[in-house]
């Protein structure tokens, strides 16, 4: 199983940027497909962004489109988040997915991450403040 360590999270004002990071080790074979997910207290995990790791094709939920860019550094085995123009509603623990199965990152009608990664990171959080 993948290990994915998250970091870059912290406290920023509305419409400052934060670039998060995810480190991924411990995996034989390539990973198929990474993902950023987020969840706010006392709502439903959100799907933010993901992308096929060999491909580069990415998806982006409707909420951050425009403002957060998903991409990755195979040399480092890292994946990052840019995230600019924040709004407190982005505030949430932000958590790294990864996944070796061959299967569909994302789905485009309706638009939605696929949930059922194999691997999580333990989570960065990110406040932003009006």
């Known amino acids: 199983q993948v290990q994915l360590v998250e970091s870059g999270g912290g406290s920023v004002q509305a419409g400052g940027s934060l670039r998060l990071s995810c480190a991924a080790s411990?995996?034989?074979?390539?990973?198929?497909?990474m993902g950023w997910f987020r969840q706010a207290p006392g709502k439903e995990r959100e799907g933010v962004a993901a992308?096929?790791?060999?491909?580069?094709?990415?998806y982006y939920a409707d909420s951050v489109k425009g403002r957060f860019t998903i991409s990755q550094d195979n040399a480092k085995n890292t994946l990052y988040l840019q995230m600019n123009s924040l709004k407190p509603e982005d505030t949430a623990m932000y958590y790294c997915?990864?996944?070796?199965?061959?299967?569909?990152?994302?789905?485009?009608?309706?638009?939605?991450?696929?949930?059922?990664?194999?691997?999580w990171g333990q989570g960065t959080q990110v406040t932003v403040s009006s």
């Open positions: 997915a990864a996944d070796q199965r061959p299967l569909p990152c994302y789905s485009v009608n309706p638009g939605r991450v696929r949930a059922n990664f194999a691997s």
């Open positions: 992308i096929y790791t060999g491909g580069g094709s990415a």
């Open positions: 411990g995996y034989a074979y390539g990973i198929y497909c």
